[in-house]
Nanobody, 127 residues
Framework: QVQLVESGGGLVQAGDSLRLSCAAS????????GGWHRQAPGKQRELVAV???????YYLDSVKGRFTISRDNGKNTLYLQISSAKPEDTGVYYC?????????????????????WGQGTEVTVSS
């Protein structure tokens, strides 16, 4: 079972940028894809970004143009660059690896299943 460790969360002000990282214990993102979910307080977890095996990226509509998902295959690391952060970006961000199905879009949301999950890193955006 691959181990995933997220980092990079913290407290930022609206408009700031930060980069989340997800380090995997083995090579997983290059051939199996990965993604980021987030869960805001009192809300359901939502998929914010996915990078598929071939490199195609998918984004939640509300983060499109502000978030960028990328990977460094040599470092077995997945990234999520957050720019122009908004208070509604606040939540715990979870890294997923090994894309099993999806992503598929229903309404405004994307859905995907991953084989492995990290423990999460918390992001707080103050107004």
């Amino acid at each position: 079972q691959v181990q995933l460790v997220e980092s990079g969360g913290g407290l930022v002000q609206a408009g700031d940028s930060l980069r989340l990282s997800c380090a995997a214990s083995e090579s997983i993102f290059a051939n199996n894809g990965g993604g980021w979910h987030r869960q805001a307080p009192g809300k359901q977890r939502e998929l914010v970004a996915v990078i598929a095996r071939g490199g195609t990226t998918y984004y939640l509509d509300s983060v499109k143009g502000r978030f960028t998902i990328s990977r460094d295959n040599g470092k077995n690391t997945l990234y999520l660059q957050i720019s122009s952060a908004k208070p509604e970006d606040t939540g715990v961000y979870y890294c997923g690896a090994n894309l099993l199905s999806g992503p598929v879009k229903y309404g405004s949301n994307w859905y995907a299943d991953f084989g492995s999950w990290g423990q999460g890193t918390e992001v707080t955006v103050s107004s």
